[in-house]
Nanobody, 126 residues
Framework: QVQLVESGGGLVQAGDSLRLSCAASGRTFSSYNMGWFRQAPGKEREFVSA????????YYADSVKGRFTISRDNAKNTVYLQMNSLKPEDTAVYYC???????????????????WGQGTQVTVSA
């Protein structure tokens, strides 16, 4: 089992950058595929990005491609989401999630992820 704790959210202006971190407990973090999802008020949770356990496969939602970068440091049990050129529509609670399930072809489906953090708020003002 793994516990996930996100950090790094905040209030920024459009065009600014933020880096979210997701720290995982447990010794088996390196075997988990990790994802970032977000949920804006009144909207369903949506996929943002994912990275496989070894970092060899990375996926992005079209809405963040070219602006966000996911990475992981298995030695530090941490996955990151670097967010550049932020837009007001990026405003949401961001969640990291983990799964040992093979996510290829299904990485955007939140139901595949067994473990979730509590979320961190990102607010982008115009």
């Amino acid at each position: 089992q793994v516990q996930l704790v996100e950090s790094g959210g905040g209030l920024v202006q459009a065009g600014d950058s933020l880096r979210l971190s997701c720290a995982a407990s447990g010794r088996t973090f390196s075997s988990y595929n990790m994802g970032w999802f977000r949920q804006a008020p009144g909207k369903e949770r949506e996929f943002v990005s994912a990275v496989t356990w070894g970092g060899s496969n990375i996926y992005y939602a079209d809405s963040v491609k070219g602006r966000f970068t996911i990475s992981r440091d298995n030695a530090k049990n941490t996955v990151y989401l670097q967010m550049n050129s932020l837009k007001p529509e990026d405003t949401a609670v961001y969640y990291c999630a983990g799964t040992v399930t093979n996510i290829r072809g299904s990485y955007s489906q939140s139901r595949l992820y067994e473990y979730w953090g509590q979320g961190t708020q990102v607010t982008v003002s115009a």
